[in-house]
């Protein structure tokens, strides 16, 4: 009987501390999306890790001349892109060759990059430290420059409960935050949790939308994830070869991962290399292209005509999601950069 | 007296645990027994050709014990960096409160899909030793540095920075020795048969996943050989 009485305590202790830990969690699945990819187990999504990871995000300190930070080509304004530039804009006012991805709902990414180069978003930082024309920083580097602020010393003790900063540690942060970048709450979310309906205009861009662009775009999240040719062709400037320079394989060459429509009308410009500044021009592109998918299979969109490009464009602006723009709690941190060191 | 006991049973488990840990050992040869590569120093390679080797590391990873076919003792850790030319890095240890009896050993050159794809790793494993792609995520298997005669690039450098985790250029290897159970093991990598291979590729810059990286990861793990006493 005391055995039992014991292992009902235990039991009741565990559920209340998955209930807390689950009450913690700044990750929450939207109704309506699948199972997310990212793999949270034994990993922490809780305010003070989240803290620490978004003033990572902010910190111009992760570039070698403390000028460029995540932020810098991933502001929360335009759904963590920039519009300043085709390309992504680094220290020393550099140029990339891609067009800096929209960040949002990346626990469902398989993979992250237009060509799917990183396999893990926990080491999807790493790329942009290290790279000569973003932040042209080393790891080490960064963890040297760390370590020396006090802010990230005690926040660092606070979330893992000692003073070791090391890269694992630095770089779960981050993604800790940005997992909880989730955009849900469009209007053409609303409308699929029956809080909302669309206007005839967007019905009609919708039903144009299921009918063409769904294949590749695929709902809940708008994109399949896939990486493939969408037709405009190579740049002579960039050469970019896309997912082939990765993959080493000749048949996925110009193939780049399919992006998210949600936000559109925020994260201009478009394409993989940002030549299209206007979402008419995307438009133009499409309207009536037969394309072939890495699949094999054939995707023909049809021929829009002007009125259905505008009813294309209502549904395509129903994906905007402002609540996720403005929300206080993925932009800068003042409380963290402000703080002062208690006596 | 309780002291003295106390003292005595102490150092018999620290004894123990000295005797049961299994310390395996990498050195860089050129091919005859006993002839160890130092870090820098010129070798001859054939009539014509020499190198000289400035940086040389690798991962060992999923090391097994076995008994009679059957697995008496993995690993914990995920992987090992392996440094032959620095005395505190050449070194593989295993430590337990009991070694078990074994008579083979399986491992790892590189490390495998699973680790490569589960995220940033601490100590020897952690990004910030130069043996992590940052632009593609994966690690480097083997990296080796230096300079040969034949080489044509500037100063007749070389750059092999071998890795890829999956896909057909996976340069992942597996190896098995039979050896009798023992606490130090010595391994001899045959570098000047590696360079052979090497020399006939002629690809002296190979820093990405790629065709050649796979075929001479392969070659890599042909000259492992146990010396043994």
Known sequence: ?343 | MRILFVFLFAFTLLQTKASDSLSIAFTASSGKPGTKIQRNQWIKTGAHDSLRISDFRFYISNVQLLHQGKIVLTDSLEGHLINPFQAEQSKLMLSKPRLPEFDEIKLGIGIDSLTSVDGPKSNDLDPIHGMYWTWQSGYINLRIEGQHSASTLSDNEFFFHLGAYAGPFNCYQTLSFKVNAQNQLAIEINLLDWFKEAEQIKVWKIMSPRREAAQLSKTFARAFRVIQP
Request: proline share 4%; hydrophobic share 35%.
């Open chain 1, 1 to 343: 009987m005391k055995k039992l009485k014991f292992l009902l305590l235990l039991a009741c202790l565990s559920s209340i501390m998955g209930m807390r830990q689950l009450q913690d969690s700044l990750f929450k699945k939207p109704a309506h999306f699948p199972e997310p990819k990212y793999a949270f187990k034994g990993k922490r999504v809780d305010s003070l890790q989240v803290l620490l990871g978004r003033a990572l995000f902010y910190d111009e300190a992760l570039s070698i001349d403390f000028t460029t930070s995540c932020a810098s080509c991933h502001s929360p304004f335009s759904a963590f892109t920039h519009n300043d530039h085709e390309v992504s804009h680094g220290i020393q006012d550099r140029f990339g060759k891609r067009n800096s991805p929209a960040l949002f709902n990346l626990a469902w990414q398989p993979y992250y990059m237009w060509d799917g180069a990183i396999n893990n978003l926990d080491v999807q930082a790493l790329a942009p430290i290290n790279h000569p024309d973003e932040m042209g920083e080393s790891t080490e580097h960064v963890l040297k420059k760390i370590k020396h602020s006090w802010r990230y010393r005690s926040l660092f003790n606070k979330v893992y409960g000692d003073t070791l900063i090391n890269s694992e540690r630095m770089l779960k942060s981050i993604s800790s935050f940005l997992v909880t970048l989730v955009s849900a709450e469009s209007k053409y979310d609303r409308v699929m949790l029956k809080k909302d309906s669309f206007n005839l205009q967007e019905q009609n861009g919708y039903t144009l939308f299921k009918n063409n662009c769904n294949t590749c775009h695929t709902e809940p999240l708008f994109t399949s994830f896939n990486f493939e040719n969408n037709g405009i062709g190579m740049l002579e400037k960039y050469r970019d070869l896309g997912r082939a320079a990765i993959s080493g394989d000749p048949q996925d060459s110009l193939r780049f991962k399919v992006p998210s429509l949600r936000n559109l009308e925020f994260t201009y410009p478009y394409m993989h290399d940002g030549r299209m500044q206007k979402l008419y021009q995307v438009l133009d592109h499409y309207s009536g292209i037969t394309l072939q998918k890495a699949d094999g299979t054939k995707v023909s969109v049809q021929k829009f005509s002007p009125e259905e490009k505008v009813d294309l464009m209502a549904f395509l602006l129903a994906l905007g999601d402002r609540t996720f723009l403005y929300a206080t709690k993925n932009q800068f941190p003042k409380e963290f950069f402000f703080s002062q060191p208690m006596e």
